[in-house]
């Protein structure tokens, strides 16, 4: 059975994971040839180093996001040193993002989701992984009065009809991969908002759809005219990621 998964295309890894897991590999193995996610039917995903729970409800974490973690922390450490921070991950969903800083950075964190479903995977995330998440349910940062140092948020930003996977486009929740107005409505709300919600010092975090660079950038420059804007690269050297600091 090993060799038929892999010859999906699935890792070996992976594949060694499904079978030990699994009650039923010849049920799950006709699923994967409907190209069903594998790691819906394993359940869990490693993520930084953290196990996190998934299902249909919450987009399966990839490792572009982890990188973005790294580059956070590694900005958070610069600017913040040692000294206890307040972070919010909008559009938590798996609180994947929120578990991980939640180890790695000394922090009051707020996971922040729309989707019920979602936010309750989040809290079994966060109690497996021994930390300690406040999460809420809300719509971005809407009528939220708290002041943060680290905005960060991997938002739905894929255009309305733009080509993508189908395991991605049949089985992972449509509300947190689409956006409107060009992919790009999320970071429009996430920046308008969040003139209210940093501190002096501040980094705004985000994954981006490795086109949307520029008219980030653009809306960045609008409401956050005298912070640093750095547009990055993923390890597809794809731009991948913004952060907005003022240090």
């Known amino acids: 059975m090993e060799n038929k998964i892999t010859s999906l295309g699935i890792s070996k890894l992976e594949a060694e994971e499904l079978i030990k897991v699994s009650k039923n590999i010849e049920k799950d193995y006709q699923k994967l040839l409907k190209k069903y996610p594998i790691q819906y039917l394993i359940g869990y995903v490693n993520f930084y180093g953290n196990k996190i729970n998934v299902n249909e409800n919450v987009l399966i974490p990839r490792y ?3 990188y973005l973690v790294e580059k956070t922390i590694k900005y958070s450490k610069t600017i913040f040193k040692d000294k206890k921070i307040d972070i919010v991950d909008l559009g938590t969903g798996s609180g994947c993002i929120a578990v991980a800083l939640a180890k790695e950075l000394n922090s009051n964190i707020t996971g922040i989701d729309i989707s ?9 995330n966060s109690k497996e992984n021994n930390v300690d998440i406040k999460f809420i349910k809300n719509d971005m940062l809407e009528n939220i009065n708290t002041k943060f140092d680290i905005i960060i948020s991997n938002p739905p930003y894929i255009k309305e009809n733009e080509e993508i996977m189908d395991s991605v486009k049949l089985y992972e929740p449509h509300t947190a991969l689409y956006a409107s107005d060009n992919g790009l409505y999320f970071y429009k709300k996430i920046l308008k908002e969040a003139v209210n919600n940093v501190k002096e010092k501040f980094i705004i975090s985000f ?9 980030i ?5 609008y409401y956050f005219p005298y912070a640093k804007i750095l547009l990055e690269k993923d390890l597809s050297n794809k731009d991948r990621y913004i952060f907005i600091i003022n240090e």
């Open 116 to 124: 019920n479903d979602a936010l309750q995977i989040a809290k079994i």
């Open 64 to 66: 572009e996001t982890e």
């Open 217 to 221: 950038i653009d809306i960045a420059k």
């Open 207 to 215: 994954e981006i759809g490795y086109m949307q660079g520029k008219d």
